[in-house]
């Protein structure tokens, strides 16, 4: 039951929401549910038909509508007397600024993505308004209180990087799914559908003979070729050829399983089109699906070799029959059922080749897109938890602020787990005044290298304005005029030291977005030499938060800027040697953050200095956890006060 004085709070209050997706929808209903009067909902999307299984706000009727309008129709018909004001936009608008902020009590978000949370964390410390912060992955969740000189904020704490892998792990010696996965997305598809000049790290050992003479690419289509023929060409070179040029280093198999080389013609019979009646059916429907063709029609099944095989060549031959025009400039997209047919059939035949167990299509596109299933009741939880930390900012219960995280499994039988918020990091860059540096070579590189890594990459700016002293070197904006863009532009292309106002050893430049009213200087420190795998931006950015350095192996403990040092222990030898493939996933970053804090508070352990990266370790420490808890018995705690011990703020 809530007291006169939270019911007082709840009354007065005018909350911004950001977000109407899975937490957005349970959010505004528990909202309206407890109370609130006036709240203003930003959401940028419309409803698609794959949001109805969770977002119970929307039904069928409303797909391609805003959510955030539909949301709150569907609100106001239980709560007609209350007051909700939507926003079809982006919370990046200019029209979202600090002036705006600051009219709200509070600010709750339910996104899910780390731009727009940066962007929010920002706006709020600059209105100096209290964010109410959230993030679902799965079962995961995990709700936090960020307030401005009080507890950290949401970029106290560096966000792990993406995950990667070596490239010679890709091209030469998976050991897992996943890494099929990335060689027939990132290589494969993108070598056969994507932009031709692209660098591809995909093996082209197109001098073998029976092709070196005619072609110098084996990859690429001669007009006059049967379809399916240049299908099996591919199949016979990736799947065949390139796999016997790589047992011809007996260095590589000495303590590895060898693969084995696989040719259409061992799996397949000799001319598919005369054997599968259904084969010509792709091209006089509209479905282009190659599973549709061949009448495979249950995505969780695991194909054969012999299906995959089949598959293979018939998403293949649709492409270039249906979608020819694309060819070229596909990139790889879970939504794209015929580009997940493909990577699925190419991935599977790799994985046979190497001993790795087949995947299904459902589980291939969840891999490949990076996708974890939502669970609607862990969007609940997390938007009633959402509330619950709402209405103690608004009555300035600070003592009681709880970071907390929701479970899979319970951890000393509990599912959710409240701590204490951090203190703010004194060394963020966001939330405190900490001197950056920058180690540049500032003969070669670029004005626009320093906006694309620096600015917008590290310091996470969207309209920055960079300054040496009172001259202006760039700036973005919708009212500029036209000279002043062409200026800008051309200085984009110079390197630092031949700017206008050379930026030189010993320059300050200072940066700042106008929008978040962000700003800080750096100082400018000329480096000739860069390790091209180490520090591959040429840039050196200090200053601000870092994980600790394991001084004897002289690698992150944590996720440090550098992808090829965030690697899993086992890869990590072979990282450093090698480029990394890049592979994205926003989904992960909060419930990641969360699980580092979790596993500290919950065992009371100091991080591990193992290597691994923060996702990687924080998933074993999460595991541990579960496999710790021998008694299964459930225990959902309301005793706030006696669960944490730590006293953080
Ligand atoms: N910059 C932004 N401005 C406004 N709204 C945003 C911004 N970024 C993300 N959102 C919104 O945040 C919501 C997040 O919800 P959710 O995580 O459920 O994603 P979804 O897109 O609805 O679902 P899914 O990605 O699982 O298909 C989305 O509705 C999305 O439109
Ligand atoms: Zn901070």
């Known amino acids: 039951m809530a007291s006169q004085e939270q019911l007082s709070a709840i009354k007065g209050a005018k909350v911004l929401m950001v977000g109407a997706g899975g937490i957005g929808c349970e959010l505004l209903k528990t909202l309206a549910l407890s109370g609130f009067q006036d709240i203003h909902i930003i959401d940028m999307d419309t409803i698609e038909v794959s949001n109805l299984n969770r977002q119970f706000l929307f039904r069928q009727s409303h797909v391609g509508q805003s959510k955030a309008k539909v949301a709150r129709d569907a609100v106001l018909r239980v709560r007609p007397n209350i007051s909700i004001t939507p926003y079809h936009a982006n919370v990046k608008e200019s029209r979202f600024n600090v002036d705006f902020f600051k009219e709200f009590d509070v600010v709750l978000n339910g996104l899910d993505n780390l731009d727009a949370r940066r962007h929010v964390n920002r706006l709020c410390l600059a209105a100096d308004v209290p964010l109410v912060e959230s993030g679902t992955t799965g079962f995961l969740g995990q709700v936090t209180v960020h307030l401005k000189g009080k507890t950290e904020c949401y970029e106290c704490q560096p966000k792990p990087a993406p995950k990667t892998y070596p490239v010679c792990t890709i091209t030469s010696t998976p050991s897992k799914f996943v890494h099929c996965i990335v060689w027939a997305k990132d290589l494969l598809f993108a070598k056969l559908f994507g932009d031709k000049n692209l660098e591809n790290d995909l093996n082209v050992h197109s001098n073998d003979a029976a092709n070196s003479s005619e072609h110098s690419d084996v990859f690429e289509y001669r007009k006059d070729e049967d379809i399916e023929e240049y299908g099996r060409r591919i199949y016979d070179h990736v799947f065949g050829h390139n796999i016997e040029v790589a047992l011809s280093n ?179 860059y966001v939330c405190s005044e900490t ?82 009213e962000f700003s800080r200087n750096i100082n400018i420190k000329h480096r000739e030499e860069f390790d091209e795998e180490k520090e591959p931006d040429g840039m050196l950015l200090s200053g601000w938060v870092e994980p600790p350095v394991d001084k004897d192996k002289n690698k992150p403990i944590g996720n440090g800027e550098s992808t090829s040092n965030a690697l899993p222990a086992e890869e990590s030898l072979e990282a450093k040697k090698d480029v990394t493939i890049q592979e994205i996933s926003e989904v992960t970053e909060i419930a990641t953050g969360t699980k580092r804090k979790l596993s500290e508070v919950s065992k009371g352990t100091t991080p591990d200095h193992s290597g691994l990266s923060d996702e990687t370790r924080n998933h074993n420490q999460l595991e541990k956890l579960d496999v710790d808890d021998e008694d299964d018995e459930l225990m959902i705690s309301d005793d706030w006060e006696s669960l944490t011990k730590k006293k953080r703020l």
């Open 250 to 428: 007996e260095e590589t198999w000495k303590n590895r399983n060898k693969p084995r080389p696989i040719y259409s013609k061992d799996v397949l019979p000799e001319k598919l089109s005369e054997q599968n009646g259904n084969m010509e059916k792709g091209c006089v429907t509209d479905d282009v699906s190659a599973m549709a063709s061949l009448g495979l029609k249950n995505p969780q099944d695991v194909w054969s070799l012999g299906e995959n095989s089949r598959v293979f060549l018939e998403a293949l031959r649709l492409f270039f029959l249906k979608r020819e025009k694309e060819i070229g400039n596909l990139t790889f997209d879970k939504d794209d059922q015929l580009a997940v047919e493909f990577v699925t059939a190419a991935a599977n035949i790799r994985a046979s080749s190497f001993g790795i167990p087949l995947h299904s299509l459902f589980e291939a596109k969840g891999i490949a897109g990076n996708i974890v299933h939502a669970v609607a009741t862990t969007n609940a939880i997390i938007a009633g938890l959402i509330v619950i930390e709402a209405i103690k900012v608004l009555i300035k219960d600070s003592n009681n602020y709880r970071m907390t995280y929701c479970l899979e499994h319970p951890s000393r039988k509990m599912l959710l787990m409240p701590v204490e918020p951090y203190e703010p990091n004194k060394s963020c």
């Open 435 to 516: 001197p950056l540096s920058l180690e540049v070579n500032t003969h070669r590189s670029k004005l626009r290298d320093f906006v694309e890594k620096i600015v917008k990459a590290k310091l996470g700016m969207n309209f920055p304005l960079i300054m040496q002293g009172a001259s202006i070197l760039y700036e973005v904006g919708e009212d500029l005029e036209e000279d002043m863009v062409a200026i800008y532009a051309a200085n984009l292309e110079k390197a630092l030291s031949e700017l206008p106002s050379p930026v030189t050893s010993g320059t300050v430049l200072t940066v700042e977005d106008l929008q978040q």
